[in-house]
């Protein structure tokens, strides 16, 4: 679905290497997190794959095609909501298919309306993005994600801003959305236990510039709920990926 | 509705007592040629009603109107090219600022010179000191759009075209509105400093030609109509952005 193939990548203002041949891949389905200490360049892989970002060298490969020249094949998902406050929330979803052009404007109200109803806000399109709550808007800001109709989706630290408990919530409600809209997620956060809930394999940013991901399957299945965590196996593993980054930040 | 109100009545107590100790201070001077008092005023507004409403108002407003147009058609193309074109805000943004020490008041006896008597010597003193605030805000407006929310329609595979269209428009338009309220009291002063200083009508021209005669009253009479004008226009424009914007300060 995604891959990396020796990719690299330096920033104008800084003299080494931010990625350096990174290879990696990512399998048709899967969720994948991507776990790191803030600054290490996790945010800088994803905007390497929605081009906002331009690599010095080597191919990434979506779809089994490369990316260059090529539009919607990812939707991508910011930390902040990012809806537009002049728009209802309705008018915010339909932005991405406003900008492709593909749909009639009938089709994208029905489509539009739809995934109001999948992700659990249905009957809200006529509201204020400002009438929402936090947790509320990071769906709509999901639901738009979604509406771009690609089938990978980057989730850069959706749930950050939230308090912890709407946090847990969003995320058996991504998980729930996961398993029904069979899409590829890669996942970005600092949270290792957010990532181990989520995650069917964590890749580690082990140090700059980045060569390499270092990946760890979690061993459980889905569907899973809160005391999955509390599995031994789970929490070995969430030691050993804590002490890991411990390393990382002293070092 | 009610609370507005409330909010406003400070300052009418405020102003209403300033009026006061203007009437009662005019009295003990009294030496209405300089200083006429307010009811003085008022009385001399409604002696010479017809030939302010009828002749010098309409005067006075075509001009205002030319001008504030000619701002607006100006400084919102000076905004937009120099957010499009960095070369351009290079070039411009400096000059404008620059234009702006230049005593616009001392030059305008040369428009006069340039073109006589005619309303252009008025609109181009208008012109000269409206068009920078709109311009300036507007272009601060257009640049209020996060670059998030660029980075974002672009994931969407938005051009330049869309997001200036769908993104930066609309984030300037509560701009755009605090422009125009500082715009229409400047084209009003600017039309009556043009008048002052050369026309045959005009509510400007009145009043100096009221001096000439020690009329203080005079003087003080279409001044208080150029206020009135200006405060119910800037009402005006307050009126339809609260309809048009209601999440200010969202973005």
Not at chain 1, 134 to 142: I, L
Not at chain 2, 102 to 120: D, H
Not at chain 2, 205 to 211: A, D, I, L, N, P
Request: proline letters at 5%; charged letters at 20%; a positive charge.
């Amino acid at each position: 679905m995604l891959e990396f193939k020796n990719v690299s990548f330096k920033y104008d203002i800084d003299n080494y290497n931010m990625l350096e041949n990174l290879s990696f891949h990512i399998k048709k389905g899967e969720f994948v997190s991507v776990i790191g200490p803030s600054g290490c360049g996790k945010s800088t892989i994803f905007r390497l794959i929605c081009k906002l970002l331009d690599r010095q060298s080597g191919e990434i490969i979506v779809n089994g095609k490369p990316i260059d020249g090529r539009k919607g094949y990812c939707g991508y998902m910011p930390q902040k909501d990012l809806l537009f406050p002049w728009r209802t929330v309705g008018e915010n979803l339909k932005l991405p298919m406003q900008i492709q052009k593909i749909l009639a404007k009938e089709q994208m109200t029905q489509k539009m309306k739809s995934t109001l109803e999948k992700v659990g806000l249905s009957g809200l399109e006529n509201k204020k993005p400002s009438e929402l709550s936090g947790g509320m808007r990071q769906r709509a800001a999901f639901a738009r994600t979604l509406l771009t109709g690609s089938d990978l989706l980057l989730l850069d630290e959706p749930f950050s801003a939230l308090d912890f408990l709407t946090r847990i919530s969003m995320q058996e409600w991504l998980l729930e959305q996961w398993e029904r809209e069979h899409k590829t997620v890669l996942f970005i956060t600092h949270d290792v236990e957010e990532a181990l809930f989520l995650s069917g394999r964590v890749l580690v940013i082990e140090d700059l510039p980045i060569k390499k991901l270092i990946s760890f399957d979690v061993p459980c299945d889905y569907p899973r709920n809160r005391e999955s965590l509390t599995k031994p196996e789970i929490i070995t593993l969430r030691e050993q990926l804590i002490s890991m980054l411990r390393r990382e930040i002293k070092a | 509705m009610n609370k507005m109100k409330n909010n406003n009545l400070p300052a009418l107590i405020f102003t209403f007592a300033l009026l006061i100790i203007w009437q009662f201070g005019a009295m003990k001077v009294d030496a209405a040629y300089i200083l006429p008092t307010p009811i003085q005023i008022l009385k001399r507004l409604w002696e010479l009603r017809e030939p302010l409403f009828t002749a010098h108002l309409p005067a006075t407003m075509t001009c205002t109107g030319i001008g504030l147009l000619i701002s607006i058609l100006l400084g919102v193309a000076l905004a937009i090219i120099m957010d499009i074109s960095p070369l351009a805000e290079k070039t411009l943004y400096p000059v404008m600022i620059a234009s702006q020490t230049i005593p616009t008041t001392a030059l305008a006896p040369l428009f006069v010179m340039w073109f006589g008597y005619t309303i252009w010597s008025k609109v181009l003193v208008t012109v000269l000191i409206t068009f920078f605030p709109i311009a300036v805000t507007l272009f601060d407006g257009l640049r209020s759009a996060k670059n998030d929310m660029i980075d974002l329609m672009r994931t969407f595979g938005a051009g330049k075209r869309e997001i200036f269209f769908k993104l930066k428009l609309p984030a300037a338009l509560p701009h755009f509105f605090s422009a125009m309220k500082m715009a229409v009291p400047m084209s009003i002063i600017g039309a009556a400093i043009g008048e002052w200083l050369g026309a045959q009508a005009g509510l400007g021209y009145f009043s100096r030609r009221m001096m000439t005669q020690l009329d203080g009253a005079g003087v003080f009479a279409p001044i208080v109509v150029l206020s009135i004008i200006a405060m119910v226009i800037v009402g005006i424009i307050s009126y339809i952005e609260r309809k048009m914007i209601t999440w200010r300060g969202d973005l």
